[in-house]
């Protein structure tokens, strides 16, 4: 059974910087394609970021330019740097771990964006 902890959640202003880290507990997570999601409230979960095995990112719209996904394989972490926050990023995030058929979800965490 895999385990993804998610951590650094909180409030922030408007245009401030934050980071959130997800650390899993298996070894497969360097072969797994990482993502973060988000789920405001009244609203479904939408993708925010995803990263592969390789590197390769994948960002939303809304997020282009101001988000930065990124994974270490050493520390079985992958992370999202919030940068320049909205109120519209308001949300729960989850992290998620994916390889072939095998989908795995975090606890999540809060991120309230406001003044």
């Known amino acids: 059974q895999v385990q993804l902890v998610e951590s650094g959640g909180g409030l922030v202003q408007p245009g401030e910087s934050l980071r959130l880290s997800c650390a899993a507990s298996?070894?497969?997570?360097?072969?797994?394609?990482m993502g973060w999601y988000r789920q405001a409230p009244g609203k479904q979960r939408e993708l925010v970021a995803s990263?592969?095995?390789?590197?390769?990112?994948n960002y939303a719209d809304s997020v282009k330019g101001r988000f930065t996904i990124s994974r270490d394989n050493a520390k079985n972490t992958v992370y999202l740097q919030m940068s320049s926050a909205k109120a519209e990023d308001t949300a729960v995030y989850y992290c998620?771990?994916?390889?072939?058929?095998?989908?795995?979800w975090g606890q999540g965490t809060q991120v309230t964006v406001s003044p």
């Open positions: 298996a070894s497969i997570f360097r072969i797994s394609t």
């Open positions: 998620n771990l994916r390889l072939m058929s095998a989908n795995y």
């Open positions: 990263i592969t095995s390789g590197g390769t990112t």
